[in-house]
């Protein structure tokens, strides 16, 4: 009996060390610093004063993007997915989520388990090695009359630098 276990271990271990590892992507590789850049969110449904949770869809451009040991990479685009909990008094929503980015070289880079702040004068986007910040370009106004009526369901703002792999 104990050879039958053993035999079936042995198969067991030759199996997983067989297996290919994952492809490998930017994250994995590289050192990338993004300058510039655009957010766009949607919230659904929309914050208003009373707290709740809104599902979080929001994508995005990575402008000028510089990589020393990758020089072909110089720009991508951004989408996460999130759901998050807040109010029109701050912050408007924070939560987690899924960050997917695509790089202009055709590699990707992927954080299960991002997490994601939107306040009203700026965001940010966080996950592992990664660091997104910018500040919003919706109107104050625009922002206070939505939260007053219908709520809160969309958000520009201008990314200031994002960070891959970077201290």
Same mark, same amino acid.
């Given at each position: 009996?104990?050879?039958?276990?053993?035999?079936?271990?042995?198969?067991?271990?030759?199996?997983?060390?067989?297996?290919?590892?994952?492809?490998?992507?930017?994250?994995?590789?590289?050192?990338?610093?993004?300058?510039?850049?655009?957010?766009?969110?949607?919230?659904?449904?929309?914050?208003?004063?009373?707290?709740?949770?809104?599902?979080? @869809?929001?994508?995005? #451009? =990575? %402008?000028?993007?510089?990589?020393?040991?990758?020089?072909?990479?110089?720009? !991508?685009?951004?989408? +996460?997915?999130?759901?998050?909990?807040?109010?029109?008094?701050?912050?408007?929503?924070?939560?987690?989520?899924?960050?997917?980015?695509?790089?202009?070289?055709?590699?990707?880079?992927?954080?299960?388990?991002?997490?994601?702040?939107?306040?009203?004068?700026?965001?940010?986007?966080?996950?592992?090695?990664?660091?997104?910040?910018?500040?919003?370009? @919706?109107?104050?106004? #625009? =922002? %206070?009359?939505?939260?007053?009526?219908?709520?809160?369901?969309?958000?520009? !703002?201008?990314?200031? +630098?994002?960070?891959?792999?970077?201290?």
């Amino acid at each position: 009996m104990r050879s039958l276990i053993m035999a079936g271990v042995l198969v067991l271990a030759a199996g997983l060390s067989a297996t290919p590892a994952a492809p490998a992507t930017a994250a994995a590789e590289v050192t990338i610093t993004c300058h510039g850049g655009s957010f766009n969110a949607k919230l659904n449904p929309g914050v208003t004063f009373k707290r709740a949770t809104s599902q979080i @869809t929001g994508n995005g #451009e =990575l %402008g000028v993007c510089s990589s020393e040991q990758n020089k072909k990479i110089t720009g !991508g685009v951004f989408r +996460i997915v999130a759901s998050g909990t807040g109010n029109c008094l701050g912050p408007l929503t924070a939560g987690h989520g899924r960050l997917q980015i695509a790089w202009n070289d055709g590699t990707t880079t992927e954080a299960p388990q991002a997490s994601i702040r939107i306040e009203t004068n700026r965001f940010s986007i966080e996950a592992g090695n990664m660091r997104l910040s910018g500040r919003a370009t @919706t109107s104050p106004i #625009e =922002l %206070g009359t939505q939260c007053l009526t219908s709520g809160f369901t969309s958000y520009t !703002g201008a990314v200031d +630098i994002f960070t891959l792999g970077a201290n």
